[in-house]
């Protein structure tokens, strides 16, 4: 229940959550479940608390990336960069992986470090050419700190990005996102195909219209 309110009503998911939590306290899933909606409802703290026993029981570190946040959202940026330099990324999956990267991007941000936030999202994974379940936060993220830096253009290539990597992976309907590898060179391609063929056209019909005033003995 608490998984289908949690985007329509974050705090009734919550209330769901805290219900379940204590019937099935021990079971790892019923813990996430509480940190998730916790954090949903911007209680950090306990979704902090949660989060570490749902890791505790369960032996994973799958919510690694809402812990540094949850931390962030308490206001300790240090112990959120401390939190995400505990665990070996190698062992992680490539969404979380992701995920880790921009709630890490995000401490160094808290802390006013700009290029060390950009540095944070310098990952294999970031890639303008494909579009993956995760891009569109990626390329948006490192769009945000491009813009804070001043870096305008950048920031604009990357926001277009995200734009487009959402647009190809359905973002809006109701599929799920399956699309694991799009190339989105082909998008821009057709995009300015169109433009130059509307630029052809243009300058056709202008100089159509150049030679009959040039010769108008010619009109029938």
Do not use: C
Request: aromatic share 4%; net charge negative.
């Amino acid at each position: 229940m608490a998984a289908q309110l949690i985007d329509e009503d974050p705090a009734l998911a919550h209330e769901h959550a805290l219900a379940a939590s204590r019937r099935a306290g021990r079971i790892a899933i019923v813990r996430e479940t509480l940190a998730i909606t916790a954090y949903g409802v911007g209680d950090f703290a306990l979704a902090l608390r949660e989060l570490r026993t749902y890791r505790r029981i369960s032996g994973k570190d799958d919510q690694i990336a809402l812990m540094v946040d949850s931390e962030r959202g308490i206001g300790r940026p240090d112990r959120a960069l401390e939190e995400g330099r505990s665990v070996d990324r190698s062992t992680l999956d490539v969404g979380v992986r992701v995920a880790l990267a921009i709630a890490m991007s995000g401490a160094r941000l808290d802390r006013g470090e700009r290029e060390l936030a950009l540095g944070e999202l310098e990952i294999p994974e970031l890639d303008p050419n494909r579009a993956y379940e995760w891009s569109p936060a990626l390329f948006a993220a490192r769009a945000a700190v491009l813009d804070d830096l001043g870096r305008h253009e950048e920031a604009a290539f990357w926001t277009h990005r995200a734009a487009v990597a959402g647009e190809a992976l359905g973002y809006g309907g109701d599929e799920e996102l399956l699309i694991e590898d799009m190339q989105l060179d082909d998008d821009l391609a057709d995009a300015d195909a169109d433009a130059e063929t509307a630029d052809e056209t243009v300058e056709t019909s202008s100089g159509a219209t150049d030679e009959a005033s040039d010769e108008p003995g010619e009109q029938k």
